[in-house]
């Protein structure tokens, strides 16, 4: 029988995890800071600030629990089609986060990689991105995918057409192409599939993340907005996630 909880000090109850079955690669949808603004009479820019919030506090326990990879979805190609503030608002977030993050990032070892084409982005985030980038590239520490202009579809049809030029460049050949060649085509090519994918705020869709990757990734859905997100939903579902059976097709 599953021991479910135990109480701590305070007798608050705490979730006992299993140190040996971390899921190494858990992938975000950090959906709900809209209507966490909404509820507070405040702009959704507000809510995108809060959730910035909670990215360190979540990339911390993650760290702290042994995670190895952490993907977070900051802003889809369909994302675009938001008010022209509320775009503005997140292309300034990010680079407000490493502009006052990057540093800390690097002490503690943490890689900083971006899934999702930045060449369309104004040139001072590419920029930016590109410093962050460069100068975390060598640690050795917990690894942050931040999917920033990506769409899992548009990451397809990416890997397509540069497949296709190396096939007629000469460098694949056309015998080669299997799973572990396209998987080495897209942004993720460094970084496993991932084995839990978290998305909060209630809904239950998977909105162009990671189509390729999440073939056997488990879902957890939770009904908090990404703000209000904390350390114990974290633990809470890599809880559930360690309870599941996964089969990956087998028996
Ligand atoms: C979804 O909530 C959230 C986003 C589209 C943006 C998430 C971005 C951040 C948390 C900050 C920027 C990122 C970094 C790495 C600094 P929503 O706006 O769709 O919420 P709603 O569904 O409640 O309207």
Not at 89 to 106: D, F, I, R, S, W
Not at 199 to 204: C, L, V
Not at 205 to 213: A, D, H, K, P, V
Request: glycine share 6%.
């Amino acid at each position: 029988m599953l021991k479910l909880f135990k109480k701590d000090k305070e007798n608050k109850e705490e979730i006992q995890l299993d140190f040996d079955n971390i899921p190494k690669h858990i992938a975000i949808i950090m959906d709900g800071n809209g209507r966490w603004a909404k509820q507070r009479k405040l702009p959704r820019s507000m809510g995108h600030k809060a959730g910035v919030e909670t990215i360190r506090r979540i990339l911390k326990e993650a760290d702290r629990l042994g995670v190895k990879y952490i993907t977070l979805y900051a802003f889809s190609t369909e994302n675009w089609k938001r008010p022209k503030d509320e775009v503005d608002a997140l292309m300034k977030l990010l680079v407000q986060y490493l502009t006052n993050e990057v540093e800390g990032l690097h002490q503690n070892g943490v890689i900083l990689r971006i899934l999702g084409d930045i060449n369309a982005l104004p040139g001072a985030v590419k920029e930016k991105i590109c410093e962050a980038i460069d100068l975390t590239k060598n640690n050795k520490g917990i690894v942050l995918n931040v999917a920033f202009n990506y769409g899992g579809r548009n990451e397809i049809v990416r890997a397509i057409k540069n497949i296709v030029s190396d096939v007629e460049s000469g460098n694949v050949n056309e015998e080669n192409i299997d799973e572990n060649l396209i998987s080495n085509y897209l942004y993720t090519k460094d970084s496993p599939d991932p084995d839990l994918i978290i998305r909060p705020s209630g809904e239950q869709r998977i909105s162009n993340f990671l189509l390729w990757q999440c073939a056997y990734s488990e879902f957890w859905y939770s009904n908090v907005n990404w703000p209000d997100f904390s350390e114990s939903d974290l633990q809470k579902a890599i809880y559930d996630y360690q309870n599941r059976d996964r089969r990956f097709g087998g028996v």
